[in-house]
């Protein structure tokens, strides 16, 4: 499975982003599906994270109420609506999936099988 994050951006605090992560191959369904950040000098974290059915989603603390993950299987793509952006979001943003159909959903990194290249997402205040 390859992963394209795109969508990232330069947007002022208060503005709003939507990412999008297109994985390649017919299997895309069977695959929860997860969103992480890396911010500047600092490690890789969980923001939010999607079942394979888009029945079950989770998300980070600092992201609850602002951020959205959704997927469209039919698209094979999943998506990350990202609102009322702050400074601290700024980061470079992965998609990530996992095979494995655990649940509750991983939110740690060792957890997902394949990782695509970042998209940056620069906040300014």
């Known amino acids: 499975v390859q992963l394209q994050a795109s969508g990232g951006g330069l947007v002022q605090a208060g503005g709003s982003l939507r990412l999008s992560c297109a994985p390649s191959?017919?299997?895309?369904?069977?695959?929860?599906m997860g969103w992480f950040r890396q911010p500047p000098g600092k490690a890789r974290e969980f923001v939010s994270a999607?079942?394979?059915?888009?029945?079950?989603?989770n998300y980070a603390d600092s992201v609850k109420g602002r951020f959205t993950i959704s997927r469209d299987n039919a698209e094979n793509t999943v998506f990350l609506q990202m609102n009322t952006l702050k400074p601290e979001d700024t980061a470079v943003y992965y998609c990530?999936?996992?095979?494995?159909?655990?649940?509750?959903?991983?939110?740690?990194?060792?957890?997902?099988?394949?990782w695509g290249q970042g998209t940056q997402v620069t906040v300014s205040s």
């Open positions: 990530a999936a996992d095979y494995s159909g655990r649940l509750p959903l991983p939110v740690r990194v060792s957890e997902y099988d394949y």
């Open positions: 191959g017919r299997t895309f369904g069977l695959h929860d």
């Open positions: 999607i079942s394979r059915s888009g029945m079950t989603t």
